[in-house]
């Protein structure tokens, strides 16, 4: 009876090995993704889907009281049906093909997907830029497909449909029966995609300019000053200090100190000793300490984790040689103090003193122990400078190879990744700050009292502004102040301003003073 229908079989059994050559990647049956690899499911997988298998001279399969019998790659079914070629044996395990399974089990077919039903998309929540797809199946990525066009952010599922009752505002959803579509209406400049069990899950990343640059003639106390405008978000941008072609000692113009760096907008930074060049205050730059002070100052700072604040701040840095921590008193500095520390930005020669022991750092080890002009190249390359007394009582027996370690604490545990110091503060937590008559006194040379022009970092609704302003009679603390109160700003602090104050913008200053000389850029990355 067998041999009557084999034309018949052998027909049918040809077709599905054509469509076989087409490879299915998944089968879905009974809630569940199967993945298949060159056309065939495993034995593991086998048995996850129910069937009982068993291996000697033959192969037998179980399923739903079906009897599969197997010899030299062919399965006869229920005694009846032929089909050749349906399984293979590799290391003992046996490996049957998807075109087989998917006749046996009656799967339906939609592009690479075998299925018995399509999935159940029950319910869509889109909440703070997190849209998610619960479903009856625990899916894979690949069977979902989401793309970005022009912001726009769409989605594609099938086989399956939506059951769900409600829709998001926002997104549209189309389902015809066997695909499941998604498109949504506000612009994304991004997203990611994960799953955990039942559901699918799109973190989406808003499109949001990562920066604004506005330019205006704006009337303030019955003057007309130009104020150039340069707004980032902290979760988009970097703030990170820029050094000249030469680091620390060196000046050049602002444009000048962005293009070497590879960054096309910033405003001059520090305040710094015209007569050295070097920067006065704190200079961090990605972690690294480049310049110190000691002192309560106003610092602008950016955390590790995207947080920017305007305060005044301890910053203390700290070297552990062998066992033995010092608190460094100067960093790139040719004052000479109790601890000095030079890093591989200074540009200028480490001063000699006899009354002061150098101890040379490389990748976390002391290398060597005597006096060096410069600090060897390399971002973990060190130079220590110590009091001979403080060497001779705690470091005597400091040798090479010994460890090395530098830190930074601030006076509330912030991880600092990018900090400039300048001043005065002029805001905090929206208010002019209460010492204001005190800080102006901190500072000399009539920085606080002259009405010039001035470059200002402050912070509002979580951006930071970058701010320059020219023309008019010039602005002093005073002034600022109510400028900058009347915007509604939390937190600002001057920098360096007058003859120094530029901004650049796309490689372009857009401030019209000419650009004078300066040590530190801080840019915009």
Do not use: C
């Not at 961090?284 to 955390?303: C, D, K, M, Q, W």
């Amino acid at each position: 009876m067998v041999r009557d229908r084999l034309p018949k079989i052998l027909l049918i059994a040809s077709f599905l090995l054509f469509v076989g050559t087409l490879f299915a990647q998944f089968i879905i049956f009974n809630g569940k993704v199967y993945e298949v690899t060159n056309g065939y499911l495993s034995e593991e997988q086998l048995r996850n889907m129910g069937f009982n298998i068993l291996k000697n001279s033959k192969v037998y399969l179980v399923f739903n009281r079906k009897l599969i019998i197997g010899s030299n790659g062919d399965f006869i079914v229920d005694f009846e049906s032929y089909v050749p070629k349906a399984y293979q044996l590799s290391n003992g395990t046996l490996y049957v093909r998807d075109t087989f399974l998917a006749s046996f089990l009656g799967l339906k077919r939609l592009g690479n997907v075998y299925y018995d039903k399509p999935i159940t998309v029950s319910a869509l929540n889109l909440q703070q830029n997190e849209l998610i797809l619960q479903t009856d199946v625990e899916l894979r990525k690949e069977l979902v497909n989401v793309s970005l066009s022009g912001g726009k952010l769409k989605l594609s599922l099938a086989p399956a449909v939506f059951t769900g009752s409600t829709v998001p505002e926002k997104v549209r959803v189309t389902s015809d029966g066997a695909t499941v579509q998604l498109s949504l209406e506000n612009e994304y400049e991004d997203y990611e995609v994960s799953l955990d069990e039942k559901r699918f899950i799109i973190l989406l990343v808003p499109k949001e300019r990562r920066l604004e640059y506005v330019q205006k003639v704006e009337k303030f106390l019955g003057y007309n000053y130009t104020i150039n405008y340069l707004i980032a978000d902290p979760k988009l941008v970097d703030f990170v200090p820029l050094l000249p072609t030469g680091g620390i000692g060196k000046t050049a113009p602002l444009a000048n100190i962005l293009k070497a760096n590879g960054v096309l907008h910033g405003v001059n930074a520090n305040y710094f000793d015209p007569n050295t060049g070097l920067p006065i205050d704190i200079v961090i730059a990605n972690g690294r300490v480049l310049s110190h002070r000691y002192g309560l100052r106003p610092v602008f700072v950016e955390t590790w984790d995207d947080k920017v604040f305007i305060r005044k701040a301890y910053f203390d840095v700290t070297v552990r040689l062998g066992g033995v921590l010092l608190l460094v008193k100067g960093v790139n500095t040719p004052a000479v103090s109790e601890v000095n520390l030079y890093t591989e930005e200074y540009g200028l020669t480490i001063p000699r003193d006899a009354s002061r022991e150098y101890i040379v750092v490389r990748n976390g080890k002391v290398d060597s122990i005597g006096y060096v002009k410069n600090v060897p190249e390399g971002k973990n390359s060190y130079v220590v400078m110590v009091a001979r007394n403080l060497f001779n009582k705690f470091l005597k027996t400091l040798k090479a190879g010994d460890s090395f370690t530098l830190e930074i604490y601030t006076d509330e545990g912030y991880r600092i990744k990018n900090a400039i110091g300048a001043g005065p503060l002029i805001l905090q937590d929206g208010k002019i700050i209460e010492d204001s008559r005190e800080e102006k006194m901190r500072y000399g040379g009539g920085i606080p009292t002259s009405r010039t022009t001035r470059t200002i970092v402050a912070i509002k609704d979580g951006k930071v502004h970058l701010i320059t302003i020219e023309g008019g009679a010039g602005m002093n603390f005073d002034d600022v102040a109510k400028f900058l109160l009347e915007k509604g700003y939390q937190s600002a602090m001057m920098l360096d301003g007058g003859g120094s104050t530029s901004m650049v913008y796309q490689g372009r200053y857009v401030t019209s003073i000419s650009p004078r000389n300066i040590p530190v850029a801080l840019g915009l990355r």
